[in-house]
């Protein structure tokens, strides 16, 4: 088994949906934020991993920030109409 086949194998076992790889070569025109230099100046390639999460958790918990950013700027019963 090669080592990206046992890069992926063990994701999928982490319950990683999807697994990507690239070359430092591939984002040599990436903005700052996707050079892999940066970090890591000896590196050759990069793995990506996909979780999906479940859009009801998420809009829970950014329905609850953004409580708590009302509450902070305004006080709780104002934040209802601020």
């Not at 982490?14 to 025109?29: H, I």
């Not at 979780?51 to 609850?64: E, F, G, H, Q």
């Amino acid at each position: 088994m090669s080592l990206k086949e046992e890069i992926v194998s063990m994701a999928r076992g982490m319950g990683v949906d999807k697994v990507g790889f690239t070359t430092r070569e591939r984002l040599a025109d990436a903005p700052p934020s996707g050079d892999m230099g940066y970090l890591l100046p000896s590196a050759r390639s990069a793995v990506s991993l996909v979780v999906a999460l479940d859009k009801a958790t998420i809009r829970t918990y950014l329905t609850w920030r953004t409580l708590v950013r009302l509450w902070m700027h305004c006080s709780l019963p104002a934040a209802i109409v601020c």
